[in-house]
């Protein structure tokens, strides 16, 4: 099993920013795609960014120019800076993984409790 933990998240004013962090933890095992969603009340969860383990990004469109996903390997942890905020922005913030372990012998996909982000007007 793999284990992810999300924090950073809180309240913060519309302009300002906000680095999420999400931190997997596991025995023996390789995380492949890493990524961060977010659902808003009363919405579906959608994505906001994704990063393979070789660095290769994805955004959605709502956050382009205002979001940045990174990842440390050695850290088995995934960021998410995000400048610029919106009220619009308000959501739980979720990371996932993509990760092989030897339990599984195979990729599944893992996910985060959350963590909300509330910006302010």
């Known amino acids: 099993q793999v284990q992810l933990v999300e924090s950073g998240g809180g309240l913060v004013q519309a302009g300002g920013s906000l680095r999420l962090s999400c931190a997997a933890s596991?025995?023996?095992?390789?995380?492949?795609?890493m990524g961060w969603y977010r659902q808003a009340p009363g919405k579906p969860r959608e994505l906001v960014a994704t990063?393979?383990?070789?660095?290769?990004?994805n955004y959605a469109d709502s956050v382009k120019g205002r979001g940045t996903i990174s990842r440390d390997n050695a850290k088995n942890t995934v960021y998410l800076q995000m400048n610029s905020l919106k009220p619009e922005d308000t959501a739980v913030y979720y990371c996932?993984?993509?990760?092989?372990?030897?339990?599984?012998?195979?990729?599944?996909?893992?996910w985060g409790q959350g963590t909300q982000v509330t910006v302010s007007s």
């Open positions: 990063i393979t383990s070789d660095g290769s990004t």
């Open positions: 596991g025995r023996l095992f390789r995380i492949n795609a």
């Open positions: 996932n993984a993509d990760a092989w372990t030897v339990v599984t012998s195979t990729t599944l996909t893992y």
